[in-house]
C-alpha cells in the first residue's frame, strides 16, 4: 500500500452506501444511496489471482485512498466517471483515523 499524500488525491469519486428496502409483496429492493462526493487516490491493486469453484478471479483491481471520515465506512460503491468500483474491503490505515483505503473490484469502465 502506497503512502497517501496530496500529490496523488486528484481524482473526484462520489461514495455511495448499499439501501435495501421490502416493497409490496415482501420483494425486497436494493439501491445505492450517495453519502459524499470526495477526492481520492486511485490505484491498481497488484494483488495475486485467486483460485474459486475452478476459475481465477482477481476480486480486487484497485485501492482507493481517501482522508478518513467515518461516514464514509458506509461505502459499498464507488463511482468516477463512468467507472464503477465494488468496495470488498476497507483499512483505516495504522487505526488512526486519518486515511482509508478501500480495496474495489471494478464493474464496468465504459
Given amino acids: 500500500m502506497k503512502k497517501y499524500n496530496q500529490q496523488n488525491t486528484c481524482h473526484r469519486v462520489s461514495l455511495k452506501s448499499l439501501t ?10 436494493e439501491s445505492y444511496t450517495p453519502i459524499a462526493t470526495i477526492w481520492a487516490a486511485i490505484e491498481p491493486a497488484h494483488h ?9 478471479v482477481f476480486p480486487v483491481s484497485h485501492e482507493i485512498t481517501t482522508r478518513y471520515s467515518q461516514s464514509y465506512e458506509a461505502a459499498r460503491q464507488i463511482i468516477f466517471g ?17 486515511y482509508l483505503v478501500f480495496r474495489c473490484e471494478e464493474l464496468s469502465n465504459n
Fill in 20 to 29: 435495501t428496502t421490502i416493497g409490496d409483496g415482501g420483494r425486497k429492493t
Fill in 48 to 56: 495475486a489471482p485467486q483460485f474459486r469453484g475452478g476459475k481465477t
Fill in 82 to 98: 463512468t467507472r464503477v468500483f465494488q468496495v470488498r474491503s476497507k483499512i483505516n490505515v495504522g487505526e488512526k483515523k486519518q
